[in-house]
């Protein structure tokens, strides 16, 4: 068996990226800019400041100052959590918690490798926190994805090895950042974006314990 299961949170546990999505969608209007979708699968697993440069940069007669920067990051935040407000335990999405209490009973530990900087108020929001081991959010990383900070820093904090180590993504940059740590990748979303994963699937109720198991045993001969 692997030792520890690090999750990022937001379009795994929960459907939050959608929210990160729409913020994001409404802040860009306000500067002139549309995004779309697919410009949006490379903002997954992205910091907010690094999102908002890379909107920025789709319209190169901008320029900002860094307290403009800041004052706009702040509005998408603020956008956001009007988004998160109501969410509760159905916002959870479906398998992950059957998942979760598969691997506690188990005896792997659990992680939570995420980009946000409002992960764990999310995580109490859903009543996940119970199940945690160490939580990994933006104020514990310097490189964020796809740098592996996010996923070793959490194995390092629970002395576990890399190899031991399986990480559940929706992002491109997040497949990236677990495979750079030397973990075992599971996707979870579209081949399109996510063909690097050691392992896909295309939606939460297909995570299931015993295949993820199988898969990693494959990989890790
Ligand atoms: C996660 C999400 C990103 C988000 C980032 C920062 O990685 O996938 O969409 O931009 O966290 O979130 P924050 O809540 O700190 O703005
Ligand atoms: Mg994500």
């Known amino acids: 068996l692997p030792k520890l299961f690090i999750f990022d949170l937001d379009g795994v546990i929960t459907d939050t990226a959608e929210f990160h999505f729409l913020a994001w969608q409404k802040l860009a209007e306000k500067i002139g800019v549309s995004i779309d979708r697919e410009f949006n699968e490379q903002l997954k697993g992205i910091s907010r400041m690094e999102s908002l440069e890379r909107i920025i940069a789709l319209d190169p007669s901008l320029s900002l ?8 990051a702040t509005d998408k935040n603020e956008y956001y959590k009007q988004l998160i407000e109501s969410i509760g335990s159905e916002n959870t999405l479906p398998g992950i918690e059957e998942l979760l209490k598969d691997i506690k009973a188990s005896n792997v530990q659990i992680a939570l490798g995420s980009a946000s900087k409002n992960a764990q108020m999310v995580l109490d929001k859903l009543g996940l926190t119970t199940y945690f081991d160490y939580v990994v959010d933006a104020a514990k990383v310097a490189k964020g994805k796809p740098d592996p900070e996010t996923f070793t820093t959490a194995a390092d904090a629970l002395g576990i090895s890399y190899e031991n180590c399986i990480g559940v993504e929706d992002a491109a940059a997040g497949v990236q950042a677990i495979n750079g740590a030397n973990m075992f990748s599971v996707g979870v979303g579209s081949e399109e974006y ?4 050691n392992y896909i699937v295309s939606d939460t109720l297909k995570l299931d314990f015993n295949q993820i198991i199988k898969e990693y045993t494959v990989w890790k001969k």
């Open 65 to 72: 100052s860094d307290e403009e920067k800041e004052s706009l």
């Open 194 to 197: 996510l063909a690097n994963a």
